[in-house]
T-cell receptor
């Protein structure tokens, strides 16, 4: 069956350092990939997305890398700040056609920013 | 733009009663909305897909008679948890598609506690 996993449940980094959160997915038909940030008691907050026709996309302090060959997705956060502390989820479309059939979420990585 | 409003944010109900959760798209029309459930320290799991004007599609293992979904207009989907039990206590989150299938936005979630 379809599965999405993350390599590390908790990631602790020093404030100002860069962080990388990884995600592996299994459905080769997936064509839409999103990273979300979730703070306690709140809904997921969109960070950045990428479609399968790209392998890299940059936002403000964030970069998403997509390797379709090995079905791997990563989120890079530059110059981390205390406000970046949260749980980060990757989400993958359940098939081709974007999110029309819903998303499968990874297990989540708790990013902790140390002062 | 593309804001989804979800109400209530928190609800406590007695076992055996029913609870309705609303999800509204505020500035766009959402033909497709999704309902997710998230247990503590776990990821989001898709429960059902709600299509305006038609029956919802439920994921395997989700009881359609227990989790009633109505999507009667292009801006409103409701989830009713019928005959709630303590094991239904969870964080329920709705989302909607915008920008065809490559734009996703989430509501702020509803924390349901059944006592």
């Amino acid at each position: 069956g379809e599965s999405v996993g993350l390599h590390l449940p908790t990631l602790s980094v020093q404030e100002g350092d860069n962080s990388i959160i990884n995600c592996a997915y299994s459905n080769s038909a997936s064509d839409y990939f999103i990273w979300y940030k979730q703070e306690s008691g709140k809904g997921p907050q969109f960070i950045i997305d990428i479609r399968s026709n790209m392998d890299k996309r940059q936002g403000q302090r964030v970069t998403v890398l997509l390797n379709k060959t090995v079905k791997h997705l990563s989120l890079q956060i530059a110059a981390t700040q205390p406000g970046d502390s949260a749980v980060y989820f990757c989400a993958v479309s359940r098939g081709a056609g974007g999110g029309a059939d819903g998303l499968t979420f990874g297990k989540g990585t708790h990013l902790i920013i140390q002062p | 733009g593309a804001v989804v409003s979800q109400h209530p944010s928190r609800v406590i109900c007695k076992s055996g009663t029913s609870v309705k959760i609303e999800c509204r798209s505020l500035d766009f029309q959402a033909t497709t909305m999704f309902w997710y459930r998230q247990f503590p320290k776990q990821s989001l799991m898709l429960m059902a897909t709600s299509n305006e004007g038609s029956k919802a599609t439920y994921e395997q293992g989700v009881e359609k008679d227990k989790f009633l979904i109505n999507h009667a207009s292009l801006t409103l989907s409701t989830l009713t948890v019928t005959s709630a039990h303590p094991e239904d206590s969870s964080f329920y989150i709705c989302s909607a598609l915008f920008e065809s299938n490559y734009g996703y936005t989430f509501g702020s979630g509803t924390r349901l506690t059944v006592v």
